[in-house]
């Protein structure tokens, strides 16, 4: 079964809880004391010239709404307006005062009185005679706070101020004294924080200028203590010094020139006469020493180790005047780094101190004139009606809720159920049995008392289960000869609508010019009573099986069905001690004999055992299974008592209450004929 089928079938059962909790609702609301809220507007001005927030970054001008909020609820402010409107002496506030005898609403009585119904009456609470010091104060501020509520407008710097109490004077009264408290204790605020603010500027001031004269005497120091080069002389030197370096560079090759013509002076020493003028024409440095000094070997060698030496002379002292000037350049880069070092904090703390001068002049002016920052837009009135107490809200919220639970607990049901919920299933069970889906006889009544309308078996009007039992009686009589047939109506658990499809049935048979004769063997059949109300009854089935009455002084012709019944009207025996009679057989054959067709109905067979006597002397077996009744289980043993071999081709199993097809039942319920 789908899962709308499911929620559907119980839609009288959630509509009902849903209802249930809605009604909560509504008396949840409604029980208490009606409310009155009051509102007062307020905006706040953002003085963005306010040099003390400048300075401090101070909150006291409550440009941010959200902060101003904060502020509405601190104590001090609540505190401020609880001394003011002396809430500590109003009982509504304060818990320690008795309060004043109020007329409860109607709906507080009935609460009062369920409550003393069903726990009995309230007990009254002990006074209270002893507290802690401040333990009143705080309970009150804590009450008028609750009791307040603030909304701020979004990209705007308008707050709501609200207040809600029993009365609506008094919500209006301390919705304004909220206000006011605030306006009061931010132009309070303002004016201290200015006044802090001169305060510590002044003291700022002073150790302003005397950190001023400490750097320019440190300046006037350094210049007395030290050699100041000007930058231009500076410049000059590291200029100086690059020219040496490219001096050096020059030096460093005339003096590896210097030392390779000594080397080939020496190398000349080894050559002879010949070789060492051939040397010589190659080389033009030896050539210009020769023609120098003369062609003798040791004034040429001589000439130019006195060279070499020469140059290094050179270098060396070039080296020293390069290293002593490059000092000399770095210290005097440093001093000039720290003098300008020295000005520019002297500059920045004379600057600061000017700064901070005029700012303290202009402080001391603003003091004066100095604002809160905010007004009252306007101001709360006595509110003319009461708040709702979110009533509505309240009941379509536990309604949902309702809807929740009661869905979840058929779902719950519905998993832990185990019976037979389709026609499917119980094809699945009994695959070759012949099956005939059988919807409910339509009800009548109240939802709380319906009960089954006995008159639709009796109407010419079609119904799905007058369709149904037209189906049935096809598939009985299917394959039956043209002779009397003896057919037991049986069922697993009580309850499956046995009787009814026995009744139904038989009316069934009768427009067929079917003789019907219905043994009634249950006396659980209270729908047969309900048709046999005001018919004569005196004798019965246990006058026919051992009285030995005729069988035509005993039935009982019932007009509107147009069959008859054969009932029991004695309580010395039971319906399964007759059955077992040899008696009963007789009384089969003289029904068959006068009847075409005979229903048995007797009591379930988990409940009795008086079908499986009747079982015996039959030609078919009607079983008639519950929709959301019957299980797997109680249909296997049953049918195993009853059918040991299993069912026959002659065989019906009737699943009565099963759902009609969609489209059917749309036309049913068009036809205010609806199948429960």
């Not at 003011?84 to 409860?104: C, I, S, T, Y």
């Not at 309308?453 to 009796?458: A, P």
Request: net charge negative; proline share 5%.
């Amino acid at each position: 079964m789908s899962l709308w089928r499911i929620l559907w079938s119980c839609k009288w059962r959630i509509a009902l809880t849903m209802f249930c909790f809605m009604l909560l609702g509504f008396v949840m609301t409604g029980a208490g004391e009606r409310t009155y809220t009051a509102e007062s507007l307020l905006i706040l001005e953002d003085n963005s010239a306010s040099l003390s927030t400048a300075l401090t970054r101070d909150d006291s001008a409550y440009a941010n709404p959200t902060t101003a909020v904060e502020v509405f609820g601190s104590r001090p402010v609540i505190e401020e307006v609880v001394e003011r409107l002396a809430l500590d002496q109003d009982p509504e506030f304060n818990p320690f005062l008795p309060g004043a005898q109020v007329e409860p609403s109607p709906m507080a009585k009935l609460m009062d009185a369920i409550w003393t119904r069903l726990f009995g009456p309230r007990k009254d609470e002990a006074p209270v005679t002893e507290l802690p010091a401040g333990y009143m104060q705080q309970e009150v501020v804590a009450r008028v706070q609750d009791s307040l509520r603030f909304l701020v407008m979004p990209q705007t710097s308008l707050i709501h101020v609200q207040a809600t109490t029993f009365d609506p004077d008094k919500s209006a009264q301390l919705a304004n004294a909220v206000a006011e408290a605030f306006l009061n204790d931010a132009l309070r605020s303002r004016l201290d924080s200015v006044d802090r603010v001169v305060a510590q500027l002044g003291d700022r001031l002073v150790n302003l200028r005397q950190d001023f004269r400490e750097k320019e005497q440190a300046l006037q120091a350094f210049k007395n203590e030290s050699e100041i080069v000007d930058p231009a002389a500076l410049r000059s030197m590291a200029a100086e010094v690059t020219r040496l370096r490219d001096r050096r560079e020059m030096l460093a090759q005339d003096l590896e020139a210097a030392m390779q013509l000594e080397n080939d002076v020496k190398a000349l020493d080894s050559l002879g006469a010949e070789a060492r003028a051939a040397r010589i024409a190659q080389t033009p440095e030896l050539q210009a020493l020769r023609a120098a000094v003369g062609p003798a070997t040791g004034s040429m060698l001589a000439e130019a180790r006195m060279r070499r030496q020469r140059v290094e002379e050179q270098s060396a002292k070039l080296s020293a005047s390069i290293t002593a000037l490059e000092d000399r350049v770095a210290l005097h880069s440093e001093r000039l780094l720290h003098f300008g070092q020295l000005e520019r904090e002297m500059e920045a703390s004379g600057e600061i101190y000017e700064f901070s001068q005029r700012r303290l002049n202009e402080l001391s002016v603003q003091a004066d004139v100095e604002t809160g920052g905010g007004r009252i837009v306007f101001s709360a009135h006595p509110p003319q009606t009461g708040n709702s107490r979110g009533r509505l809200r309240t009941m379509l919220i536990l309604g949902f809720l309702g809807l929740i639970v009661s869905v979840t607990w058929i779902l719950i049901r519905e998993a832990n159920n185990q019976t037979l919920r389709s026609a499917a299933d119980l094809k699945a069970l009994l695959p070759k049995t012949r099956i005939v889906a059988l919807p409910r006889v339509p009800v009548k009544g109240l939802p709380w008392k319906r009960q089954v309308d006995l008159g639709q078996l009796l109407t010419t009007r079609p119904t799905e289960f007058s369709k149904g039992i037209r189906r049935l009686r096809t598939t009985l009589l299917t394959g039956a000869a043209e002779k009397p047939i003896a057919v037991h109506v049986a069922s697993d658990l009580v309850g499956p609508g046995k009787s009814l499809v026995t009744l139904a049935l038989a009316r069934s048979l009768s427009f067929v010019d079917k003789k019907v004769l219905i043994i009634i063997a249950d006396e659980r059949s209270a729908a047969v009573m309900r048709l046999l109300q005001g018919s004569p009854v005196q004798n019965g089935l246990e006058n026919v099986l051992i009285g030995g009455e005729d069988l035509d002084s005993t039935i009982i012709r019932q007009q509107q069905l147009g069959v008859d019944l054969l009932v029991n009207t004695q309580d010395s025996r039971t319906p399964a001690d007759l059955l077992e009679l040899d008696s009963f057989p007789l009384l089969l054959q003289a029904a068959l004999e006068r009847y075409d067709i005979v229903l048995i109905d007797t009591a379930p067979l988990l409940a009795a055992p008086d079908g499986l006597q009747v079982a015996r002397h039959v030609d078919k077996t009607l079983f008639v299974a519950g929709c959301n009744l019957s299980s797997s289980g109680s249909l296997e043993t049953s049918l195993g008592d009853l059918l040991p071999k299993g069912p026959g081709a002659q065989d019906v199993v009737v699943f009565y209450g099963a759902e009609a097809d969609p489209q059917q039942k749309a036309e049913r319920y068009s036809q205010k004929l609806g199948v429960m």
